[in-house]
């Protein structure tokens, strides 16, 4: 699992006012959208028409990233913040750390096609609950570190402690569109700061006794346990296996991306270039799209909708631009300047 810095849950401890909660929100809200682009990128490597369970199954889970960034963003929103998303910073390095990782901890994401490895490996690592179903012995954590999960937790009993006195800011300020009023609904107060921060939990971890978040619906990572084993969660007489139908896998329907594709990677001129510049600046216009929906326009969100839309199009482009060595180009999350033409971050 995904270890942080045990300071950050300090911090959320100690916390005495709304404003003291601020970065660490902001920090979950790029913590939710870090993981995005590595899931994105291994759903559009997967050549269409052929391993649509798989593609089905980290679509949904891409769809519930996004709404964690949407419960996050809103209740920073509604304490008085301003969720910061179309900066370079908030981009990650990939490959490296997620925010709030131990960057020294050899824990590195990178942008990747699909593979088993890469689900078991990387993806695993991300969703894995503090106390996976079945339940087995976990390790004392050394205390420099904690969990995604404790950090969640304090985040819960802070709000709860400081009560509804915090929300400032009305429902009219949030993004509430794209997803069902059970899952994203307006963070009034307390309870539904907590109630929100539940929807985040359950979905990404399941409970400490059960992996499915709903009926049928494994938490993400169980539903990556499908994918890496092959077949569907299944409920037995002394708890639960991977029993269930088929979750069937064909390495020949996988597109032979270049891994980590950087813009520098390729050369001016040629249509590798074009289109990883462009898909770039396509994934910019995005955050830029969301930073505004969140900070004050909330009617905008169709727009960032569209882009989503239109990232899927340009990275099977990309997909199938032959760059030689039995090689693809890829997409590259590189945060660009939009302002004077493409200037790109370091």
Do not use: C
């Amino acid at each position: 699992m995904i270890k942080i810095q045990r300071s950050l849950v300090r911090g959320v401890r100690a916390a005495t006012r709304a404003t003291d909660l601020h970065r660490y929100l902001q920090s979950a809200v790029e913590l939710e959208h870090s993981t995005i682009p590595p899931y994105l990128t291994a759903l559009f490597s997967l050549k269409p028409g052929t391993n649509d369970s798989i593609a089905r199954m980290i679509r949904s889970i891409v769809v519930e990233e996004m709404l964690h960034l949407s419960i996050a963003a809103n209740i920073l929103v509604a304490i008085g913040g301003r969720p910061q998303i179309n900066t370079p910073d908030f981009v990650p390095k990939y490959p490296g750390p997620l925010p709030m990782s131990i960057g020294g901890g050899g824990f590195e994401v990178g942008i990747e096609a699909f593979s088993k490895d890469l689900v078991e490996n990387t993806f695993m690592k991300i969703e894995e609950p503090e106390h996976p179903v079945p339940i087995r012995a976990v390790a004392a954590e050394e205390e420099e570190f904690a969990t995604i999960g404790e950090f969640y937790a304090a985040l819960k009993e802070k709000i709860t402690e400081l009560g509804d006195g915090i929300f400032s800011v009305g429902a009219d300020q949030q993004v509430l569109r794209w997803f069902s009023d059970d899952r994203l609904f307006p963070i009034t107060n307390a309870q539904t700061a907590v109630r929100g921060i539940d929807v985040i939990v359950v979905e990404g971890e399941g409970t400490s006794t059960d992996p499915f978040q709903s009926p049928g619906d494994p938490a993400h990572f169980y539903k990556f346990g499908e994918i890496l084993n092959g077949r569907r969660i299944v409920r037995t007489p002394d708890g639960f296996a991977y029993g269930g139908e088929p979750v069937p896998f064909d390495p020949a329907g996988v597109y032979p991306m270049k891994p980590n594709p950087e813009i520098a990677d390729f050369e001016e001129g040629t249509q590798a270039r074009t289109r990883v510049e462009r898909y770039a600046y396509s994934y910019s216009s995005l955050l830029n799209a969301l930073h505004v929906a969140f900070n004050g326009r909330p009617d905008t969100i169709d727009t960032a909708i569209g882009l989503m839309y239109e990232l899927k199009v340009q990275a099977v482009a990309l997909m199938q631009t032959g760059i030689g060595g039995g090689r693809t180009a890829g997409p590259s999350y590189q945060y660009v300047n939009l302002q004077g033409g493409m200037r790109f971050a370091a």
